[in-house]
Nanobody, 113 residues
Framework: QLVESGGGLVQAGGSLSLSCAAS????????MAWYRQTPGKQRELVAS???????NYVDSVKGRFTISRDNVKNTMYLQMNSLKPEDTAVYYC?????????WGQGTQVTVSS
């Protein structure tokens, strides 16, 4: 039901754009969000967006990341600019709060210094 894509390897200061495809019944109902997880740490919320387009970001990505959604295509995006090595993680999408099960496979983002 959730399919993330767009990750990769990029140098610090570079950009990546992530996509999350979801089924229509999920996308039309839920506030959606991007999360990320690094080994040994809990999954953390990165950004969220309501069906109407209101957004929220964790302080560490404000001004660098932009979350958006296309309600016709049932797809959510995360534009990541000025990437830092500490942004390295597996990125996942889910609702906010995260109630959709199972999680997708995630997409790996690696930022080299």
């Amino acid at each position: 039901q959730l399919v993330e894509s767009g990750g990769g390897l990029v140098q610090a200061g570079g950009s990546l754009s992530l996509s999350c495809a979801a089924s229509k019944n999920i996308f039309n109902i839920y506030r959606m969000a991007w999360y990320r997880q690094t080994p040994g740490k809990q999954r953390e919320l990165v950004a969220s967006i309501t069906s109407g387009g209101n957004t929220n970001y964790v302080d560490s990505v404000k001004g660098r990341f932009t979350i958006s959604r296309d309600n016709v295509k049932n797809t959510m995006y995360l534009q990541m600019n000025s990437l830092k090595p500490e942004d390295t993680a597996v990125y996942y999408c889910n609702s906010y709060p995260a109630t959709i099960s199972p999680w997708g496979q995630g997409t790996q983002v690696t930022v080299s210094s």
